[in-house]
Nanobody, 127 residues
Framework: QAQLVESGGGLVQGGDSLRLSCAAS???????????VGWFRQAPGKEREFVAA????????DYADSVKGRFTISRDNAKKTVFLQMSSLKPEDTAVYHC?????????????????WGQGTQVTVSS
C-alpha cells in the first residue's frame, strides 16, 4: 500500500557528486503532496542521523549542519519523487541513506515522526 524506493547510491571519490532519488508508490501516496519527506543516513557502528527534510510544496527545507551548503533536497510531486543532490562529498558522508515520509505538510528532524521508510541506498565516498 505504501512503498518508498531509494536509488542513485554508489561508490564515488571525495569531492564528487551524487543524486539520490526516493520514489513513492501505492495507494497511501495517492496524495503525495500531503506528505513531508526526510532523508536520514546511518553509517556502520553509528546511530541514524537526520540529513535533510522538505515540506509538501518544497517551500520549507531543513538541513543538518554537516551537509548544509553541500546537499540540496527537492521534490517533484507530479512524479511522487524526492531528490537529494549531494555535492563535495566527503568520506564521512559514507552511509546507507534512507528516505522517510509522514502525513504532515511540514518538516521535522525527528525520525520517530516518520511513518514510512525506504530500504535505503548505499553511498560510499573514498578519500
Amino acid at each position: 500500500q505504501a512503498q518508498l524506493v531509494e536509488s542513485g547510491g554508489g561508490l564515488v571519490q571525495g569531492g564528487d557528486s551524487l543524486r539520490l532519488s526516493c520514489a513513492a508508490s501505492g495507494r497511501t501516496f495517492s496524495t503525495f503532496i500531503n506528505y513531508g519527506v526526510g532523508w536520514f543516513r546511518q553509517a556502520p557502528g553509528k546511530e541514524r542521523e537526520f540529513v535533510a527534510a522538505i515540506s509538501w510544496t518544497g517551500g520549507s527545507r531543513d538541513y543538518a549542519d554537516s551537509v548544509k551548503g553541500r546537499f540540496t533536497i527537492s521534490r517533484d510531486n507530479a512524479k511522487k519523487t524526492v531528490f537529494l543532490q549531494m555535492s563535495s562529498l566527503k568520506p564521512e558522508d559514507t552511509a546507507v541513506y534512507h528516505c522517510a515520509a509522514r502525513l504532515d505538510i511540514g518538516t521535522t528532524r525527528k525520525a520517530s515522526e516518520y511513518r514510512y521508510w525506504g530500504q535505503g541506498t548505499q553511498v560510499t565516498v573514498s578519500s
